[in-house]
Structures are given as structure tokens and as C-alpha cells.
Nanobody, 120 residues
Framework: QVQLVGSGGGSVQAGGSLRLSCAVSGHTSALETVGWFRQAPGEHRDRADL???????????IYADSVKGRFTISKENAKDTLFLQMNSLKVEDTGVYHC??????????WGQGTQVTVSL
């Protein structure tokens, strides 16, 4: 099993920056893909949109079109920690960000959601 603990987020004005972190523990050797989904206000997590993901072993990344060029997903292997640097934030980036992990063992794992609020 893999456990995730998300942190970071907060409130910022449009154009500002925030960084999310997600500490990964447990069977990290079985990790395949980790990343973040964004749950829009009023929506259930089941309808959350993929923001970015990274393949744990290769570092290959994928971003939603809406965040390309503004967000950067990265990982620090020594600390088994995932980061999402969010720059040039827009109001539409507002939501609850959930880190997730897909591994070779067990179902998808979710971290606790982190609120990101961007205001004009």
C-alpha cells in the first residue's frame, strides 16, 4: 500500500504562485504514476480533472492543456515527495487539489484534498 499526505495551497490573487507538496510513503517501489486532480467548486471528486501527472520511475510528465506553461510537476526522490509549482494562477484554477498515486499493487490511492483559491 501507498500513503499520501498533501500540503500547501491557500489563497492568492490572480497572477500569483503557490506550491503543493505530496509526501509519499509505503511501497514506493511499486509506484507507477503520481499527480494531482482538481475538484472544481461544487463538483464531486469523481468529476475532478487531471492537472498533471508524472511517471515515478522515468520522470515523464503530462499536463492538462489549461495549465501548460504555468504549472510544473516534479519529484524529489530522496524524500519521496511530489511537488506542483503553480505560477500565473487564474481564477479558474480554484478548487480542491487531490494528489493521487497509481501503483502495481492495490487500487488508486488519494491524499487529502488541499484548497487552492485564486481571486481577482
Amino acid at each position: 500500500q501507498v500513503q499520501l499526505v498533501g500540503s500547501g495551497g491557500g489563497s492568492v490573487q490572480a497572477g500569483g504562485s503557490l506550491r503543493l507538496s505530496c509526501a509519499v510513503s509505503g511501497h514506493t517501489s511499486a509506484l507507477e504514476t503520481v499527480g494531482w486532480f482538481r475538484q472544481a467548486p461544487g463538483e464531486h471528486r469523481d468529476r475532478a480533472d487531471l492537472v498533471a501527472r508524472i511517471i515515478w520511475t522515468s520522470g515523464s510528465t503530462i499536463y492538462a492543456d489549461s495549465v501548460k506553461g504555468r504549472f510544473t510537476i516534479s519529484k524529489e526522490n530522496a524524500k519521496d515527495t511530489l511537488f506542483l509549482q503553480m505560477n500565473s494562477l487564474k481564477v479558474e484554477d480554484t478548487g480542491v487539489y487531490h494528489c493521487y498515486a497509481d501503483s502495481k499493487i492495490g487500487p488508486r490511492t488519494w491524499g487529502q484534498g488541499t484548497q487552492v483559491t485564486v481571486s481577482l
